[in-house]
């Protein structure tokens, strides 16, 4: 067990200056590392896009980086960038399904900065396996996307899930997916992290379900929601669903706070998006790195 220096910064004080998790952190930036490609379910919104810098929706990177590069980048921005308060790993892909790349990059990045906030963004299937580890690797705050707590719902949400060597479809694929997020999250709240909840709102799927959701989060230790609105990219499933209007997104945030604090100032970032949530500078880094595209 390592010493923890009273030096470092404690999980709240990481809360404090968490732009995502406190609307009063505004000031301070983010730094999302595109180091995790790959994607271990199906959900029927996702479309994922490599080499484009016109696109702000998660998802989204102009390049996908290995470790060392995350790390690279990391150092330059850290210069550039004195504010940056918080790393965050949010695919393109899923944080976990990529889990040597997500350790290999906190690691480098834990032995330039004791202190930076570790964040890390997954669909939680693979919580349950990895939760420990997250731990010990000093990440503190997580966020799982559950759109639905019904695995008659779920199924028409995903199209598959990838577990253990199977894939599996329709309600079951959905059953082993909401087991592990609610076990996953439930594992991490026991032990101090801080678990944010993503819920897709699809309009005529999940609306009138979500806040069975935050209930359910709630009861498990989740500090709050994130209700976000669907963005029908073409080519995905769900390209021609009707968008949820500005009325009725906030009118279940409304109900929903009710249940759990909500987050009203999600931007729906991109997988490498840079700085504070109002300005994000990526673009400016698009350029300094030669991955190859997957
Ligand atoms: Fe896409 Fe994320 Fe769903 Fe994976 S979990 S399919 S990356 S939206
Ligand atoms: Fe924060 Fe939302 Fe952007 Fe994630 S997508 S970094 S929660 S503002």
Known sequence: ???????????????????????????????????????????????????????????????????????????????????????????????????????????????????????????????????????????????VTMNAVEPKLGAKIYKYVDYMGVRYFGEIAAAILMTNQLSGIKMLTSKGIICKVNIVMIKGINDNHIPEVVNKVKKIGATITNIMRLIPVQGSEFESLPLVNNKEIMAMRKQCEEILPQMYHCKQCRADAIGTLGNDISIEYSKCHNSEKV
């Open 1 to 143: 067990q390592k010493e923890i220096s009273p030096k470092y910064k404690t999980i709240a004080d990481k809360t404090d200056t968490h732009p995502c998790y406190n609307c009063g952190a505004h000031n301070y930036a983010r730094m999302h590392l595109p180091i995790a490609p790959k994607c271990n379910i199906s959900c029927n919104y996702c479309v994922r896009k490599y080499d484009c810098p016109n696109e702000s929706r998660p998802g989204v990177t102009t390049k996908i980086l290995t470790p060392e590069e995350a790390c690279e980048k990391y150092l330059e921005v850290k210069e550039r960038v004195p504010n940056l308060s918080v790393i965050g790993i949010a695919g393109p892909g899923d944080a976990l399904a990529n889990f040597e790349e997500t350790k290999k990059t906190l690691e480098y990045i834990r032995n330039e900065d004791k202190d930076i906030t570790f964040c890390l963004s997954t669909n939680g299937l693979m919580l349950p396996q990895y939760a420990n580890e997250l731990i010990e690797l000093g990440v503190s705050h997580v966020t």
